[in-house]
């Protein structure tokens, strides 16, 4: 599977951004979103079924970003509302098969290259 992050720039507190993650090479059942801010460890995002049916988001983006997959395209979105400068970081999708969206970074295969999300105070 090739996966491409894309999306990330520089915005204000209070803002919004939309990133994407492109999937080819292989179709696969679960895709998580994580982040990876300067001098700490990786932290899950947000999960989705490749069918888009099931989620999973983290308690910090609860109410602020959403994770959904468009039909016509092998593209799952993260729309991510209210930034903060806390949500600085660099995003990075990822896959695996099964059905349980995991929430660890250990239990996905396959890599992004990240896309840098960066939100001014």
């Known amino acids: 599977v090739q996966l491409q992050a894309s999306g990330g720039g520089l915005v204000q507190a209070g803002g919004s951004m939309r990133l994407s993650c492109a999937a080819s090479?292989?179709?696969?059942?679960?895709l998580g979103w994580f982040r990876q801010a300067p001098g700490k460890e990786r932290e899950f995002v947000a999960a989705?079924?490749?069918?888009?049916?099931?989620?999973a988001i983290a308690d910090f983006a609860k109410g602020r970003f959403t994770v959904s997959r468009d039909d016509s395209k092998d593209v799952v979105w993260l729309q991510m509302d209210s930034l903060e400068p806390e949500d600085t970081a660099v995003y990075y999708c990822?896959?695996?098969?099964?059905?349980?969206?995991?929430?660890?970074?250990?239990?996905?295969?396959?890599w992004g290259q990240g896309t840098l999300v960066t939100v001014s105070s």
């Open positions: 090479g292989r179709t696969f059942d679960i």
């Open positions: 989705i079924t490749w069918n888009g049916r099931r989620k």
């Open positions: 990822a896959t695996r098969e099964g059905s349980i969206l995991y929430s660890s970074s250990n239990e996905y295969y396959y």
